[in-house]
C-alpha cells in the first residue's frame, strides 16, 4: 500500500462504519421491542414532566390576559426611559379586564341562547317519542343542561306537578335565556287550552333559529366596520415605528419634551374618543 492510497482507505473505512451504524439504527427502529422500549421511556418522562415557565406564564394568564399591558408598557417605559407608559399601562389594565369580560359575557350569552334553542327542540323530540310533558322537559333538561341554576327548581315543578309555566319564567330573568318565557307561554296556552305542546313549541324553536341567524349575519356584515376600528386603534403605533425606521425618536420627542406631552395627551383624549364613538356606532348597529 502507498502513501497516497492510505488516506483513501481511511476514508472507505470512515464511510463503511457509517453506513453500518445507519443500518444498525434502522434496524433498531423497525424493532417492535425497540419501539415499545421507546414508548416507556417517553411514558416515564411525561410522569416526571415539570411545568417550564412557558407552561407557568400561560396558566397564569388564563382568565388574566389584561396582565398582557403590562410587559408592553414595560418595554416602552425602558425605550422612552420614563415612567408614563408605565402610567398608562396601569390604567389600561382594568379597563382590558372590563372590555375582555363584556366580551365573555357576550359570548356567554349566546352560548345559553343556542342551549335553550337545543331545549326546545330536545322537548318537542321527547314528546313526539311519547313522552308526557313533564317526563319530557326533565329528560330534555338533564341532556341539555340549558337552565344552569334554575334547573333544581324547573325539575321540581316538573317532577311533583307544580308551576312549569312558572318556573320557566322565573328562569328567563337569566342572561341569554329569554326563549324560556316563549317556552313557558307555549306551556301555559297547552295546559289551559288544550293546544299542542308540541307545534307551539316547534315554532318557538324556528323563531329563535332564525334570531341566531339573523344575529350571526348582522355580525358578519359588521366584521368590515369593527376591522375599521382596529385599524384606527393602531394607527398612532403605525406611526411610531414609521418614525422611528426614519431615524427619529418619536418616543423621546413624546416623553421628554414640552411639546412632545401635549401631542401625547391631546392625540390620546382624541384616540380615544374617536375608538369610544366608531364603537357606540357599530353597538348601535348591532342593537
Avoid: N
Amino acid at each position: 500500500m502507498t502513501a497516497g492510497s492510505e488516506p483513501l482507505m481511511q476514508g472507505l473505512a470512515w464511510v463503511m462504519a457509517g453506513c453500518a451504524g445507519l443500518a444498525g439504527g434502522l434496524a433498531v427502529a423497525r424493532d417492535p421491542g425497540a419501539r415499545r422500549a421507546r414508548a416507556l421511556m417517553q411514558r416515564g418522562r411525561e410522569a416526571r414532566w415539570v411545568p417550564t415557565a412557558g407552561v407557568m406564564l400561560r396558566s397564569f394568564l388564563v382568565g388574566r390576559r389584561e396582565w398582557l399591558c403590562a410587559p408592553v408598557a414595560a418595554l416602552l417605559a425602558v425605550l422612552g426611559e420614563s415612567v408614563l407608559p408605565l402610567l398608562a399601562g396601569a390604567v389600561a389594565v382594568p379597563l382590558v379586564r372590563r372590555w375582555l369580560q363584556r366580551r365573555a359575557r357576550g359570548r356567554e350569552r349566546e352560548r345559553v341562547a343556542d342551549a335553550v334553542t337545543s331545549l326546545c327542540g330536545s322537548v318537542v323530540g321527547e314528546l313526539r317519542a311519547g313522552r308526557e310533558p313533564g317526563e319530557a322537559l326533565r329528560a330534555a333538561v338533564r341532556s341539555t343542561g340549558a337552565l344552569g341554576t334554575a334547573e333544581s327548581a324547573v325539575l321540581a315543578a316538573a317532577r311533583f306537578g307544580g308551576d312549569v309555566p312558572g318556573a320557566l319564567r322565573q328562569a328567563a330573568d337569566g342572561p341569554g335565556l329569554d326563549g324560556l318565557a316563549g317556552m313557558a307561554a307555549c306551556w301555559r296556552v297547552a295546559v289551559d287550552g288544550g293546544a299542542g305542546l308540541a307545534a307551539g313549541l316547534a315554532r318557538l324553536e324556528s323563531a329563535l333559529r332564525g334570531e341566531r341567524r339573523r344575529r350571526e349575519e348582522l355580525r358578519a356584515q359588521l366584521a368590515g366596520a369593527w376591522s375599521t376600528v382596529a385599524v384606527l386603534a393602531l394607527l398612532p403605533v403605525v406611526g411610531l415605528g414609521l418614525g422611528a425606521a426614519l431615524g427619529a425618536d418619536p418616543l423621546e420627542v413624546l416623553l421628554h419634551s414640552p411639546g412632545g406631552l401635549v401631542c401625547l395627551f391631546t392625540g390620546g383624549l382624541l384616540e380615544a374618543a374617536g375608538l369610544f364613538w366608531a364603537a357606540r356606532i357599530v353597538r348601535a348597529g348591532e342593537s
